[in-house]
T-cell receptor
């Protein structure tokens, strides 16, 4: 069964304290792995797409990496405005469905 | 310009009523989706349309009926609303169905059934 698991569920960091969020997945035929950011009361906002193991993408303080079993979202020197829920999703090859994880709630303290 | 818009943003109604949520995208995308996000923030796909054709129809009560009048619009009609239907409903679109395209989400419609 296609599945996405994110950890930790919640993370509190001090401003400037770097860390990583994990997304483990099992899927038949990965079409893409996606990272989104969701602020309270808003829809998810697209961050990155990764297609194959070894691929990396960067944007400001965020860097996403991908292996055959998991993806990491590395946050370097986070700021309070990085506080949000970060969602990971995969698109399954056979069904075309997008399967989301339950997210990591990140709080960055000033 | 709003890429994916939904109306209304909030919907409060009584059990047993029928309601509709509208969604429009101005991105020129071929594929549109409806998701339900429960109180634990878990996003679950309900339906997907590709070029106005229903592609994904998850295990959703048949009280929920999507309608796509054209590629830019996907509406969701819900009959005989129940307490358990209370959630946030998100519309989304992507360039295509099969190519691992990122999705763009609307702002959500918070449905409360009393």
């Amino acid at each position: 069964e296609d599945q996405v698991t994110q950890s930790p569920e919640a993370l509190r960091l001090q401003e400037g304290e770097s860390s990583s969020l994990n997304c483990s997945y099992t899927v038949s035929g990965l079409r893409g792995l996606f990272w989104y950011r969701q602020d309270p009361g808003k829809g998810p906002e697209f961050l990155f797409t990764l297609y194959s193991a070894g691929e990396e993408k960067e944007k400001e303080r965020l860097k996403a990496t991908l292996t055959k079993k998991e993806s990491f979202l590395h946050i370097t020197a986070p700021k309070p405005e990085d506080s949000a829920t970060y969602l990971c999703a995969v698109q399954a090859g056979g069904t075309y469905k997008y399967i989301f994880g339950t997210g990591t709630r990140l709080k960055v303290l000033a | 310009d709003t890429a994916v818009s939904q109306t209304p943003k909030y919907l409060v109604t009584q059990m047993g009523n029928d309601k509709s949520i509208k969604c429009e995208q101005n991105l020129g995308h071929d594929t549109m989706y409806w998701y339900k996000q429960d109180s634990k923030k878990f996003l679950k796909i309900m339906f997907s349309y590709n070029n106005k054709e229903l592609i994904i129809n998850e295990t959703v009560p048949n009280r929920f009926s999507p309608k796509s009048p054209d590629k830019a619009h996907l509406n969701l009609h819900i009959n005989s609303l129940e307490l358990g239907d209370s959630a946030v409903y998100f519309c989304a679109s992507s360039q295509e169905l099969a190519g691992g395209s990122e999705q763009f989400f609307g702002p959500g419609t918070r449905l409360t059934v009393l």
